[in-house]
């Protein structure tokens, strides 16, 4: 297990291949990709980063994270390759996260991209993020960089 400080300092856990902390998570994030691109999507208040959100009532953790990728990018997901959880003891409770990995076959336009301004694609993720405040802070702790690092080692070559 790793274990850190998020952007905000809450402790964060991190185990990559396993649900560690719940089989029910309530909350799902999805590293895209399209065409060779990152997917992400642009949130209205946070900034940047990649699409998630909260599992509703009558979903399961997968069938909300394609969700969210159709809501905020317009991207369908048929395959979804399962990164790792996190645990986020924050102020007002914890959350538990599951990480996902998927390439979107094709990107749909849409009217309305629900709390998201749609779809941004970027061929790098820049190497100073954490001082970047066009990302959110969701981008900024070591979720992302051990995730991206299984990411680019088992689904990419880059
Ligand atoms: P809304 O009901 O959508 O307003 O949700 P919320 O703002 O209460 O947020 P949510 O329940 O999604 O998360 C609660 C808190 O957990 C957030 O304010 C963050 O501090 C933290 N949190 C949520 N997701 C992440 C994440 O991916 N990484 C980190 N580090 N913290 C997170």
Do not use: C
């Not at 799902?28 to 599992?55: C, M, N, S």
């Not at 509703?56 to 990018?73: F, L, P, S």
């Not at 645990?87 to 959350?95: L, N, S, T």
């Amino acid at each position: 297990m790793k274990v850190f400080k998020d952007y905000y300092h809450n402790t964060v856990k991190l185990v990559l291949g396993k649900e560690a902390f719940s089989k029910q998570p309530k909350h799902v994030w999805v590293i895209t990709r399209y065409q060779g691109q990152w997917l992400l999507t642009k949130h209205a208040d946070r900034g940047t980063e990649f699409p998630g959100g909260k599992v509703e009532h009558g979903e399961d953790a997968q069938e909300a994270a394609i969700r969210e990728v159709k809501e905020e990018t317009g991207g369908h997901v048929s395959r979804l390759n399962f990164i790792g959880q996190y645990y986020v003891d924050g102020k007002a409770g914890h959350i538990i996260k599951n990480i996902y990995f998927a390439n979107v076959d094709e990107i749909e336009d849409q009217e309305h991209y629900f709390e998201t301004e749609g779809p941004v694609l970027l061929n790098d993720i820049p190497r100073n993020i954490k001082k970047d405040d066009r990302f959110s802070f969701m981008m900024k702790d070591e979720v992302l960089v051990h995730a991206l690092k299984v990411v680019r080692e088992k689904y990419i070559n880059k």
